[in-house]
């Protein structure tokens, strides 16, 4: 079975710092693209990070360029979204998904969240003023 648990969420002050952790359990864990997506009530959810499990490329939306890290460990096949400089507007339920091994490819290119098939329960990201 395919399971994504985030976990790393929390309540943090304008300009502090979170880092979210994704632990997937799926075989095989290379070739596929991972994204960290977010939802904040009332808007449509949207991703603000990629990665190729395989070689590791990274992408950012512009919102969050220069603040967010999105990394992995192949080796434990966990991903990890560090979040600096947090704003209010940061304020979701953050999740991580992955595609699968036939989509990897196309990481380099923004991909809606129906293009990703396998999805974690979330974790809440909350950002005070």
């Known amino acids: 079975q395919v399971q994504l648990v985030e976990s790393g969420g929390g309540s943090v002050q304008v300009g502090g710092s979170l880092r979210l952790s994704c632990a997937a359990s799926?075989?095989?864990?290379?070739?596929?693209?991972a994204g960290w997506f977010r939802q904040a009530p009332g808007k449509e959810r949207e991703g603000v990070a990629r990665l190729h499990t395989e070689n590791g490329s990274a992408y950012y939306a512009d919102s969050v360029k220069g603040r967010f890290t999105v990394s992995q460990d192949n080796t434990k096949r966990t991903l990890y979204l560090q979040m600096n400089s947090l704003q209010p507007e940061d304020t979701a339920m953050y999740y991580c998904a992955l595609t699968t091994t036939r989509s990897g490819d196309l990481c380099h290119t923004p991909l809606s969240w129906d293009k990703f098939n396998y999805w974690g329960q979330g974790t809440q990201v909350t950002v005070s003023s």
């Open positions: 799926i075989y095989p864990y290379s070739g596929r693209c």
